[in-house]
């Protein structure tokens, strides 16, 4: 995730060099797609397994069952956007974000006479998928500025369970575009309070105009 970030961030920098898009190149390519990424920070602190449970029976001698959740990871939030721009400063599109944990779990039963501890593969995926408006409210020769809001669905599955649907909720309270013709790169801060709470604070993405 952090090699990911670090790529977008150059990209973002070399499109820096360049002239945002004029109003009326704006206007000739009111269609907008862009695919990024996001931070999990506070998502992945909270829900990384840690440690698990073992049960030894004494009645038999011994038994032990119980499992161990170990090396934890996860892909940060990948999204992509479509925004059509009805003018210079308001847009209205869809945002779909993606996110998947990953994890071991260490499954144990064992007694005097057999041991079936094995390994299993978990994994976790979180889609969000959020209608979206945005106001640009400043324009100049190199760079944009703008805002958005966000409401929808949340959908939390682990392996093939769905396991939880509620809304979601997501805010960008300051975006810079920059970019010249068709191609722009972007740097957002914002916040995703429904569900993620602190997650989603910073976002990078490149896109394409038409």
């Not at 862009?34 to 920070?41: A, L, N, S, V």
């Not at 892909?75 to 998947?100: I, P, S």
């Not at 509620?166 to 995703?192: M, Q, T």
Request: proline share 4%; aromatic share 14%.
């Amino acid at each position: 995730m952090k090699r990911c970030i670090i790529l977008i961030a150059v990209s973002f920098i070399l499109c820096g060099m360049v002239h945002a898009e004029s109003k009326d190149s704006r206007k000739e390519n009111p269609h907008e797609i862009r695919i990024g990424i996001t931070d999990d920070f506070i998502l992945r602190s909270l829900e990384a397994p840690v440690g698990g449970f073992y049960h030894p029976d004494a009645n038999d001698g011994y038994y032990i069952s119980g499992y161990h959740e170990h090396s934890y990871g996860s892909t940060g939030h990948l999204f992509a956007e479509y925004q059509y721009r009805f003018n210079h400063w308001l847009g209205v599109g869809g945002v779909a974000d993606v996110r998947g944990g990953f994890w071991k779990e260490t499954v144990y039963s064992e007694c005097p006479i057999e041991n079936n501890t094995y390994i299993r593969n978990m994994y976790s995926v979180r889609v969000s998928l959020l209608p979206t408006v945005r106001f640009t409210y400043f324009n100049s020769e190199f760079v944009s500025l703008y805002a958005s809001i966000g409401a929808g669905v949340h959908l939390h599955s682990i392996k093939t369970n769905l396991v939880e649907i509620f809304p979601a909720v997501d805010i960008c309270y300051f975006g810079l575009d920059i970019g010249k013709g068709h191609w722009f790169c972007d740097l957002e801060l914002g916040v995703s309070p429904i569900p993620y709470l602190l997650d989603r604070m910073l976002r990078l993405g490149v896109g394409y105009r038409f």
